[in-house]
């Protein structure tokens, strides 16, 4: 059985600096991994989605690596704002399971 | 392109009662996912239709149950309901052959309270 985790569980930074969220998965076999963000009582927002065969994902201030090998991501938020406050939820899609299984999240802060 | 969309968003019952919940996917996405998230237990899968089969089932016990139909649309129905049923439940739908392959696009859910 997959098991994602997500450490910290919660990260408060001042506005500018760049995040850094870990995700950690122990089955290696996936088809790929996605991230999220989720916004107090709402739905999730799909930010990055890397394949199995890719190290990495990039999308405007986000980035995405994906070590497979070492069942490790990473999310970077460069030049964080206050907008970026949310909890931030990786998803990781295996054979085994043929599901998404998610990660606690880790909730941000960033201080104005 | 209109996104996910769930309906009703909140719900109160109380315990014994059923309830249905309903979720348009994106246009063209054939695929639809349900989960419940609680703080306790965070998100967990339900179960997952393509082509108005189920592919896949969560570990829930069998008073959850769902259907697709042929326009993709899909419900889910919890029936004799428990305290611990209250939860945020979650639809999601992606393009292609499923859950697993693809980019998974989530509605706002609907919160269920069960007194």
């Known amino acids: 059985k997959q098991e994602v985790t997500q450490i910290p569980a919660a990260l408060s930074v001042p506005e500018g600096e760049n995040l850094v969220l870990n995700c950690s998965f122990t089955?290696?076999?996936?088809?790929?991994l996605q991230w999220f963000r989720q916004d107090p009582g709402k739905g999730l927002t799909s930010l990055l989605l890397?394949?199995?065969?890719?190290r990495e994902q990039t999308s405007g201030r986000l980035n995405a690596s994906l070590d497979k090998s070492s069942g490790r991501s990473t999310l970077y938020i460069a030049a964080s704002q206050p907008g970026d406050s949310a909890t931030y939820l990786c998803?990781?899609?295996?054979?085994?399971?043929?599901?998404?299984?998610f990660g606690a999240g880790t909730t941000v802060t960033v201080r104005a | 392109k209109a996104g996910v969309t769930q309906t009703p968003r909140y719900l109160i019952k109380t315990r014994g009662q059923q309830v249905t919940l309903s979720c348009s996917p994106i246009?063209?996405?054939?695929?639809v996912s349900w989960y419940q998230q609680t703080p306790g237990q965070g998100l967990q899968f339900l179960f997952e239709?393509?082509?108005?089969?189920?592919?896949n089932k969560g570990n829930f016990p069998g008073r959850f149950s769902g259907r697709q139909f042929s326009n993709s649309r899909s419900e889910m129905n919890v029936s004799t309901l428990e305290l611990g049923d209250s939860a945020l439940y979650l639809c999601?739908?992606?393009?292609?052959?499923?859950?697993?392959?693809?980019?998974?696009?989530f509605g706002p859910g609907t919160r269920l309270t069960v007194l």
């Open positions: 999601a739908s992606s393009r292609g052959t499923g859950a697993t392959t693809d980019t998974q696009y």
């Open positions: 089955d290696s076999a996936i088809y790929n």
């Open positions: 890397i394949q199995s065969s890719q």
């Open positions: 998803a990781v899609s295996s054979p085994a399971d043929y599901k998404l299984s």
């Open positions: 246009s063209g996405h054939r695929s």
């Open positions: 239709y393509f082509s108005e089969t189920q592919r």
